[in-house]
């Protein structure tokens, strides 16, 4: 399930289709045309309303009368079951309605038509607000270690039964309220880890469904599973069932901007339904999104539409129902982004279990009683079994079953070991400066420097019946996409070879000379269903990894013998399969290294990756931020030109270095593979961009109209990075340099206002809740859809700008000097983007060297308009 956040590339998506999250205006243009009506019968009316031509009034009388006997049987079983309420929110306030009112009011009294003024309209409200008021009672951001699940089960369960048994949306509702009310992690971690706890303990069931809700997902990146709805049928189901008409919607959307917002807003209006609602629970609502991705074909966006409707009508109140439709438009902003899932989910399984599992849990009182920091070690040491769990199985439907049986322990590392066909979380490598910084960190270690191919990432996974799997970086299955490489793995693959994961680079090359082409080559490549005889671009695949063979995991070997099997097993075919070209060096050859740096970059590489070779736990690791092991590092420098032999290293001051004698506190880097990790182990040294030695991955949000030649288009344009723990973005600087044209007028095309066309397009007119900005307006505002990579001269704190406000400074931001565009990163998501803590890291890192350079930060004027 794609989002704007979280903007998965699948495998399915043609070269032009991005996912897009269309403004409700784009939709509501269209419907405009059309001719909506305000509180319109729905098109197609929902299951068992007979579809006779009755007005609203009528058949809501209608409907209620059948309600009314319904409810009265239901009173002789249980008088409790259904209760007729004043529409009026409980826990909600409502805000004064300074937008267009809908053409419905709230109806004053609990008389179930109620006929007001000379308006006459129904009213009608859902039973089950017992539940809402037990749900809200629970204090479910408290201290895990004094919250206590068993009070609350017992009534929680009464009410569940009522409604069919399972876990009520109502408590995930409340859970997420909690959760996008507070930027503190701790809060956020608690409440999660309450939350789970009660679906441990009191209805096991809907825990999985919960876990794949709060992290906005339906099923792994690698088992396509598309909700594939438009923003027209969030708008079509919000006017249905809140009785708006396309005025007032589009005055709530102008005025709050996002879409759930919109709905809890709609909701509040809402004075009567059409369909007895049924109060949604966790179950249901993941089955109804599982429904909406898997219905195909004739017909299938009616039941889409009416499963959507289905879930607006019955989501009870404001909350329910905003957070329904930002499930749908598949943007949650609770910031439970997997790494807060997986600790919640550990610590949750250290305290609760289900009522008939075995494992051992934690006494609650003795860890009460202990140390801070002992009490940290007890949950590190579970975090890091589950996060290792999910870094080599990132799929929930593997891991929760199994903590609901086992709990966090030993075993469960080997339940969610490595799997043919199931891609594990690649191992990151992390960026350096330079070579000099890059010798620095690995001094005293035997490394391998690799030439780093600009092309894609590929996972190549091949069982013992030869079937094969490609996975790409984030895990997306791309077998389709590479046919000519799935026919290449019986050729490669040796005689000792049964099964094998193994990692490379897949670059463009000259089918002839096997010259490396741009990875602009490879992105015109069909991403779909390639056929083997249409194949026009040639790829060579270039291994750098083996993770697994022949049914054993590789990932505790060190990295000299995974490649070593990884150069003796497989065999090469030119231009079609080959090993990334390494050269193995030590920090004292940093001649040798820096002429194979200026060789890859020669070969249209990016820079080199370099990477430990052995592991070598009594050697101190001397790299990392931390200032006390750094002030005891001397520099390595780079010699500026070439002499003959090789150079031994010199420290700043032209002191040979040694390596260092003194033990770091830090542990000795591992030569294993980390899935998942960003680690001082791979370190990436990538060529010069000029003005800046660090880029930033950042997220075009507004633009403002440009002036003369460029008057059509956007420029400058505003970018933002992300903040995690809010879920919201920050303004960092305008940009207007390294823009061509061509680009200016297909971003114009792609962000359109809607000025010439009449049709807007991935814009809005009001800032949405989501942005943090405080300067001047801009003209139009973006749908957040694409990360650009960004260069910059220098970080400066900022007078207008609030990017990772807090983090350095109390009072400013930071924003950057002569930002220039380098290029669209279409293989990131935005949830890849920088964020304001990465900035803030950046603007640590450069006050560092200008303090040993002798100078020091000044508050600057951002350079807006520099080009
Ligand atoms: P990352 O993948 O580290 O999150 P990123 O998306 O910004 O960062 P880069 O900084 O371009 O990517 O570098 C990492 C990528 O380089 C790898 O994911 C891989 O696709 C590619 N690569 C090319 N050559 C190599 C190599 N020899 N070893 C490892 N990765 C390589």
Redesign the pocket.
């Known amino acids: 399930m794609s989002s704007p956040a979280k903007k998965r590339k699948l495998n399915n998506a043609t070269k032009n289709e991005k996912p897009q999250s269309k403004g409700l205006e784009y939709f509501f243009s269209k419907q405009k045309q059309n001719g909506g009506s305000p509180a319109a019968v729905p098109e197609s009316s929902p299951a068992g309303v007979d579809e006779a031509p009755l007005t609203d009034e009528e058949l809501a009388r209608k409907l209620q009368a059948e309600w009314d006997k319904e409810a009265a049987q239901m009173n002789a079983q249980n008088s409790n079951k259904t209760k007729i309420t004043e529409t009026q929110e409980k826990n909600e306030t409502e805000e004064p309605a300074t937008v267009d009112e809908p053409q419905l009011e709230q109806p004053k009294s609990a008389d179930p038509v109620a006929f007001f003024g000379g308006k006459k309209t129904l009213a009608l409200q859902s039973a089950g607000m017992d539940e809402d008021n037990i749900t809200i009672s629970i204090p479910l951001d408290e201290p895990p270690l004094t919250f206590e699940p068993s009070k609350y089960i017992d009534q929680l369960k009464d009410h569940w039964y009522k409604d069919g048994g399972h876990a009520s949306y109502a408590l995930l509702t409340r859970c997420f309220v909690l959760v996008s009310g507070t930027t503190s992690r701790i809060k956020i971690v608690d409440t999660l880890v309450n939350c789970l706890r009660l679906l441990i303990e009191g209805d096991p069931e809907s825990l999985l469904p919960a876990v794949w809700l709060a992290t906005n997902s339906i099923s792994p990146a690698y088992i396509s599973m598309e909700l594939g709805l438009g923003g027209s049928a969030i708008s079509k189901a919000l006017k249905q069932v809140c009785g708006l008409d396309s005025r007032s919607l589009k005055t709530l959307y102008d005025k709050y901007g996002d879409a759930g917002d919109v709905a809890f807003e709609a909701k509040k209006k809402q004075s009567f339904t059409l369909r007895k609602p049924k109060p949604l629970s966790i179950k249901g609502v993941y089955q109804s999104l599982v429904k909406i991705a898997t219905t195909q074909g004739q017909g299938s966006n009616e039941i889409k539409q009416r499963i959507v409707d289905r879930l607006l009508q019955d989501a009870r109140g404001g909350e329910e129902s905003r957070f329904i439709v930002r499930t749908l438009c598949q943007h949650l902003r609770i910031g439970a982004v997997k790494t807060t899932m997986l600790i919640a989910l550990s610590r949750a399984f250290l305290l609760s279990k289900p009522a008939d599992a075995e494992y051992e849990t934690k006494d609650i009182s003795s860890l009460a009683k202990l140390r801070k920091e002992e009490l940290a070690e007890v949950w590190a040491k579970a975090e890091e079994t589950v996060k290792a769990c999910f870094a080599k199985r990132p799929n929930y439907n593997d891991l929760i079953p199994n903590l609901l049986q086992i709990g966090v322990c030993e075993e469960l590392l080997i339940r969610c070991g490595l799997a043919l066909h199931i891609p594990l979380r690649?191992m990151?490598?992390s960026?350096t400066r330079d070579l000099s910084e890059m010798l620095t960190k690995l001094q005293g270690r035997d490394f391998t420097c690799?030439?780093?191919?600009?092309?894609?990432?590929a996972q190549v996974h091949c069982d013992e019946n030869g079937k094969v799997s490609i996975f790409s970086?984030h895990l997306e299955l791309m077998t389709d996409k590479y046919p000519d490489l799935v026919e290449l793995v019986p050729k490669i693959r040796g005689d000792g070879v049964s099964s094998f994961i193994m990692?490379g680079?897949v670059v463009a090359v000259d089918s002839a000379t096997g010259e490396l082409r741009n990875f602009q080559t490879l992105t015109n490549r069909a991403r779909k269903d390639v056929e083997i005889g249409s194949i026009t671009i040639q790829v060579c695949l270039?291994s750098?990894?083996l993770m697994y063979l022949n049914g054993q995991s590789l990932l505790d070997r060190p990295f000299r013998e995974r490649r070593e099997l990884l150069q003796s097993l497989f065999t090469e075919i030119p231009c079609r399969f080959t090993w990334?070209k390494s050269l193995d060096a030590t920090s004292a050859e940093s001649e040798t290294v820096l002429d194979f740096f200026k060789s890859a970059t020669e070969n249209k590489?990016?820079g080199i990756?370099v990477?430990i070779l052995d592991n070598l736990p009594d050697v101190a690791y001397m790299g990392g931020d931390d200032a006390e092991t750094k002030e005891e590092e001397p520099k390595l420098q780079i010699p500026k030109s070439k002499s003959k032999g090789k150079a031994k290293a010199k420290s700043d001051n032209g002191d040979q270095i040694e390596p260092a004698k003194k033990k770091s506190r830090r542990k000795a880097l591992l030569a294993t593979y980390e899935p998942d990790k960003?680690l001082d182990s791979?370190l990436?040294v990538?060529k010069d961009y000029s003005s800046s030695f660090d880029t930033l991955?950042l997220i075009p949000i507004a633009g403002w109209h440009g002036q003369g030649r460029k008057a059509k288009w956007w420029s400058p344009i505003l970018l933002a990075v992300r903040n995690e723990e809010s879920g919201t973005m920050e303004a960092v600087c305008k940009c207007i340099s390294g823009f061509t044209d061509v680009f200016y007028k297909a971003n114009k095309a792609f962000y359109d206002d809607g000025s010439e066309t009449g049709e807007p397009k991935n814009t809005r007119l009001q800032m949405p809740s989501f942005i943090e900005y405080s300067g001047p307006m801009p003209d139009v505002w973006f749908e957040p859809q694409e990360v650009w990579e960004m260069a910059f001269a220098d970080i400066t704190l900022s007078p207008t700008y609030t990017a990772a406000i807090g983090l350095v400074s109390d009072e400013r931001g930071l924003s950057l000097r002569f930002p220039r565009f380098l290029k669209k990163?279409d293989?990131?998501s935005l949830e890849?983007a920088s964020t304001n803590e990465f900035l803030a890291g950046l603007w640590r890192k450069q006050e560092a060297s200008a303090t040993t350079a002798g100078g020091a930060s000044k508050v600057a004027e951002e350079d807006e308009d520099a080009e």
Do not use: S
């Open positions: 690649p990151l490598g960026i690799e030439y780093k191919y600009d092309g894609q990432r970086r990692e680079e270039f750098f990894d990334v590489c990016e990756m990477k960003r791979w990436k990538k991955d990163r293989d990131k890849e």
